[in-house]
């Protein structure tokens, strides 16, 4: 199915690697990138990006950053951000969701279903 590209914004190689792995086995393929700027980057010239998974302590250009420059952009504005932080902020405008790390993976693989697939969980 198209549509089910993920960018992994953070700094850790190991966290991006882990999630990577995580989102290739629930069938996402996945993009990453070390900072904010970089992560723009990827979006306005890699394939479509269905969502994206976001840490906000970063060098050269952090997350809070990286949301306000997406949200000038239209090309890109309107793509979903999960915030992954191990100090989440208490309100973040421009995420979706804001997942505090550890990550617990069934709510945000939820969130990946939901939104980049159009799936609903049976309650």
């Not at 992560?39 to 250009?61: A, F, N, T």
Request: with cysteine; glycine share 6%; proline share 5%.
């Amino acid at each position: 199915m198209t549509g089910d590209k993920v960018l992994i914004i953070d700094d850790d190689q190991d966290v991006r690697q882990a999630m990577a792995d995580l989102l290739k086995i629930e069938g996402f393929s996945a993009a990453s990138a070390a900072n904010g700027l970089e992560g723009l980057e990827k979006m306005r010239s890699e394939d479509h990006i269905s969502m994206v998974l976001l840490d906000l302590w970063m060098p050269q250009m952090d997350g809070w950053e990286f949301l306000r420059q997406k949200g000038r952009d239209a090309r890109i504005a309107d793509v979903p951000v999960v915030v992954l932080s191990s100090i989440p902020p208490v309100s973040l405008d421009g995420a979706e969701t804001i997942l505090r790390k550890p990550v617990d993976t069934e709510p945000l693989l939820q969130i990946l279903r939901r939104h980049c697939r159009g799936e609903t969980t049976a309650q």
